[in-house]
Each structure stands twice: as C-alpha cells, then as structure tokens.
C-alpha cells in the first residue's frame, strides 16, 4: 500500500527543485487524497477530479487511500514534504486530522476539503469545503419514507446499512433520516450496522438482517453500492425486491438509476460526484491567493422509479 503511495507521488520529487512549490515553472501542483475506490460514487468522483486536472493545466498527484486514515495522513506529509503548492482530500473519517492539518498549515500548504467533513474545531486549518449536505440527503430519504408509507399502520420495520463508520456522509446521512422518520413513531429501525459502502458487505450485511429478522419491511442503505450488494441477498432469500422490500439508497450512480428504474429500488436520494470543475476552480483561487467561500455545497435532487426512467438515458455517471 505505502509502495503504491509512493509510487503515486514521487514524480513530483524530481521536478520539484530547491525552490518548493512544485513544477518549477507556472504550472500548479496539486497533492489530492482520495478515499479509495470503494463504490461506484468515488469511481465516477476520481474520474471527475483527474479529468478535470487535465482540463485546467493542474499536475495532480493523485494518491488513493484504501479507506485507511493512516493512509492519508501519511499522503498528506508526503505532499507537505514535496512542498505542492495546494493539498486536497477526502476526509476518510471525520475525526483526527488538527496534527496533520496543523502540518500544512505551518508549511503554509493550503488544504482544501472536498466531499467529505473534518470535525475539527480550528476553521482556519482548511480553506474550504466542497460537497454535499449529507444530512439533506438522509432527511429527504426518511421524508419519501414516511409519505410513501403514510396509509400503513405500522409498525414499519425498517434495516439500515451504515457507511464506513466515523465517516461524515455515514454519520449525516443516519442523523437525517432519522429525525425525518421520527415524525411517526410506528417507523423503527430492528438492526443497523456499517456495511463499508461496498458491494460486498453490503450483501453480507443484509443476509445476516434477513436471518436475524424475517419482518424486514424498509432498507435504507447509505449508498447505491450497498443497496446493490443487498438486492442480491434479498433475491437469494427469495424475495423481490422493491416489493416485499422497499429499499431507499443514496447517490445515483447508473447501476443505483438502473435498479431504480428496473423497479428494485424505489427512492434515490442524488450525491453528485463530480466535484472535479469547482474543486479545480478553487484551486486556482486559493492558490492566487483570492477569498473563496468557506463551504461550497453542492446541487442536488431525488429520484423516484418514474424520474430514473427519464433520465438514465442522459444521465453521466
Ligand atoms: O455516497 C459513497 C462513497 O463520501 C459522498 O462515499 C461520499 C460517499 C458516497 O463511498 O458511495
């Protein structure tokens, strides 16, 4: 793992000269963290932020934390060490980041945050912050929810499917969705637990659901990948869903529009990934040494079964 990191970031070393901020020449360098490549969100997100690097003259050195922390932080220093002239990242977990960030800032490295949150207290340890409202997220899935399910008495037993746990969409997302569905009290969630926001766990999370309980009327995952990963699991049980399920993800990435449409999941809430233009644009602005907005949110919408059939056909990602 550290090989690879390496391997993603010492072009940057040769060129960088005694100097310090990067290319020797005009050109920007830009140190980005990444997640991991963990689900079809963070794919399409990659893709976003490496084209549109290309796109702006940026050199990106582009390092992909496997969903470990410790993986960033050591990305982080090695950025700090080959003194690129912004450091970007997508928070892993929410907390633990002041050491590394004060780092930087000593350095007078500025860091962007996109995607996701730190909880730090200190502000002035990050320019600004890119990306969604995750809470909103959560709470327009637990509003189609408690809508969708107004005629029913109840009790609506509901399975969750967590995010990687101490992340800051796994964190908002619940805290939604749960105030939203609070509004009833016949709505209760029997079981919750991480499934990573993959595929894999996501399935292996939900045979165990489906074993504990067979009362399961709602799932609500926390991504796509994960409701994917869950369909599977309900379909081996012998059951359909969408039917004898109602399953509400978020993201809507193609395989999460295509269920949708398909009728095996019916609510989407939308998390863009393609932060890539606006990021690179605040790049150039913080490196020019312009104000930028402290948080940055990004645009988004819901999909119902109707709506994905619409825009699939359309639809980038
Ligand atoms: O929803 C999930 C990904 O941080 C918004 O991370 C992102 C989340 C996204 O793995 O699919």
């Keep these: 793992m550290i090989a690879a990191m390496m391997v993603a970031t010492t072009a940057a070393c040769g060129d960088s000269g005694a100097e310090g901020g990067g290319g020797g020449d005009d050109q920007i360098v830009l140190g980005f963290s990444q997640v991991g490549a963990e689900s079809g969100w963070r794919t399409a997100n990659t893709k976003s932020i490496q084209e549109s690097a290309a796109e702006a003259g940026i050199d990106l050195k582009f390092a992909d934390a496997q969903q470990k922390q410790e993986n960033q932080i050591k990305a982080i220093r090695n950025f700090i060490a080959q003194r690129v002239d912004v450091i970007a990242f997508s928070p892993v977990v929410e907390s633990g980041w002041d050491t590394v960030l004060k780092e930087a800032k000593d350095a007078e490295i500025p860091v962007i945050l996109t995607d996701r949150a730190v909880d730090s207290q200190d502000e002035t340890l990050y320019e600004t912050f890119i990306g969604s409202d995750f809470v909103l997220e959560g709470r327009l899935s637990g509003e189609w929810l408690v809508e969708e399910f107004a005629d029913e008495s109840g009790p609506v037993r509901i399975v969750e499917l967590q995010g ?21 009290p016949k ?30 009327d709602v799932l609500f995952a926390h991504n796509d990948d994960m409701g994917l990963g869950a369909i599977e699991a309900i379909e081996a049980a012998g059951l359909v869903p969408g039917q004898d399920i109602t399953i509400i993800t978020i993201d809507a990435v193609r395989d999460g529009m295509q269920a949708l449409a398909d009728g095996k999941i019916n609510f989407i809430a939308e998390c863009s990934p393609l932060l890539g233009p606006q990021l690179m644009e605040l790049v150039e602005q913080v490196h020019a040494g312009e104000s930028v907005p402290k948080r940055v949110v990004t645009e ?3 999909f119902t079964q109707e709506q994905a059939k619409e825009a699939l056909p359309t639809r980038e990602y």
Excluded: C, W, Y
Aim: glycine share 10%; charged share 30%; net charge negative.
């Design 164 to 184: 990687t746990t101490g992340s800051a969409p796994a964190n908002d997302r619940k805290q939604g969705f749960g105030e939203a569905i609070a509004a009833d």
């Design 187 to 216: 709505f209760e969630i029997i079981a919750s637990q991480t499934g990573e926001f993959t595929r894999a766990k996501g399935k292996e999370v939900m045979e165990a659901f489906l074993q504990a309980h067979d009362d399961i």
């Design 300 to 302: 988004e919408t819901t």
